[in-house]
């Protein structure tokens, strides 16, 4: 594509995942192929206690497994200009945010005084909140930092107020697609003018046994432990925690800026209004015509795309035929991205 275009490009990234405390720890358990899936740890929460391998026992979830971080508690706040008070009260979402952040602002070249008053905005995808729990528990212990430590709202106003950015600043809920449709928001921010640059990603912190619970009932999650997709074995998604952050920017921005590329990115957006039943059922109809707007959009060969975001499984009682279907209308709000040479 020509670099006077506006496509949207990433030039920084950022990431903590299970086994990985940085992008290139990360890719070496992709090349790997490491599994860190691991048995829930009893400073997570007693296991055996919340356990049970009928699906149907009133109040007990049939997982005991899961992707987590280790030192989960661990981190330099003074470096972000956070008392250890404050950050005594901080669910750990915001701190992985801000740490990969940063992480890709060293990868792209960025540094403080670039960002410093400038209108980037932060898009961040979060759906869970389970550190709030921990103040529920103790309302006695409660002080003011309770409350924006707690809120899903500041975390993106965190890293806002860190590096002192005038942009549009959110974090966005749609549940498995949060990190993907903040995407799709911050590339058409950038395109309609709204900010310049932006930082987006998504995260997820696991601390309490609460959402297993009802993900059991509904059959969502994994009794394995592990993802079978596009596989007869599927049996629900296991569950993980982590933060993925990318910096995005107007590829002729950054040709111009000197910036390093790691890819073009093109996004689609939509919603599946009643065409499947139950809410929680995706329409494959709908999302075949996500897939043909974003190609024909962008004139795409759909042959050359390198990767496609989805996610979804069905119980394995169901036909491989039924279970392909499945996984086909899952691919729900994705990102295409295209590796730059």
């Known amino acids: 594509m020509d670099a006077d275009d506006d496509s ?30 691991i048995e829930i ?12 391998p009928d699906p149907d026992t009133p109040g007990k979830t049939y997982v ?15 470096f972000f200009g956070i008392s250890d008070v404050e950050s ?12 990969c952040v940063h992480m890709a ?52 106003a965190r890293v806002s107020f860190v590096y002192n950015l005038h942009g549009p600043s ?3 809920d749609t549940a498995c697609s949060s990190s993907l449709v903040a995407m799709h928001v911050a590339t058409q921010a950038i395109k309609s003018g709204d900010c310049s640059m932006a930082i987006c990603g998504g995260v997820n912190c696991i601390l309490y046994p609460d959402m297993f619970i009802p993900l059991s009932k509904a059959r969502m999650v994994s009794p394995t432990g592990q993802c079978h997709a596009f596989t007869a074995n599927a049996d629900g998604y296991a569950r993980g925690e982590g933060c993925g952050i ?15 590329i790691w890819a073009e990115i093109s996004t689609g957006c939509n919603q599946d209004g009643r065409e499947a039943t139950p809410i929680t059922a995706p329409s494959g109809d709908q999302q075949e015509k996500l897939l043909e707007k974003v190609y024909s959009g962008k004139n795409l060969n759909a042959a050359d795309i390198q990767y496609i975001e989805a996610h979804g499984s069905k119980n394995k009682k169901k036909t ?22």
């Open 105 to 156: 602002m060293e990868d792209g070249g960025l540094t403080r005084k670039k960002l410093a008053a400038s209108d980037t905005g932060v898009y961040i995808g979060a759906m869970n909140d389970d550190y709030k729990g921990a103040w529920n528990d103790d309302l006695k212990a409660t002080d003011n930092y309770s409350l924006t430590g707690s809120s899903s709202s500041i975390i993106s």
């Open 8 to 37: 949207i490009v990433i030039v920084g990234i950022g990431c903590k995942f299970p086994g990985a405390e940085n992008k290139d720890e990360f890719w070496n358990v992709l090349l790997n192929g490491e599994n860190h899936v």
């Open 41 to 52: 740890p009893p400073e997570r929460w007693k296991v055996d206690h919340h356990y049970d």
């Open 246 to 260: 990318v910096i995005l920017k107007k590829k002729k921005q950054a040709i111009a800026d000197g910036n390093k």
């Open 170 to 172: 959110m974090v966005i």
């Open 64 to 78: 005991r497994r899961a992707g987590l971080i280790k030192s989960y508690d661990v981190w330099d706040n003074r």
């Open 88 to 99: 005594e009260r901080m669910d750990p979402q915001h701190k992985y945010v801000l740490e």
């Open 320 to 341: 491989n035929k039924n279970i392909n279907q499945n996984i086909n209308a899952l691919i729900c709000s994705y990102s295409v991205f295209n590796h730059n040479n």
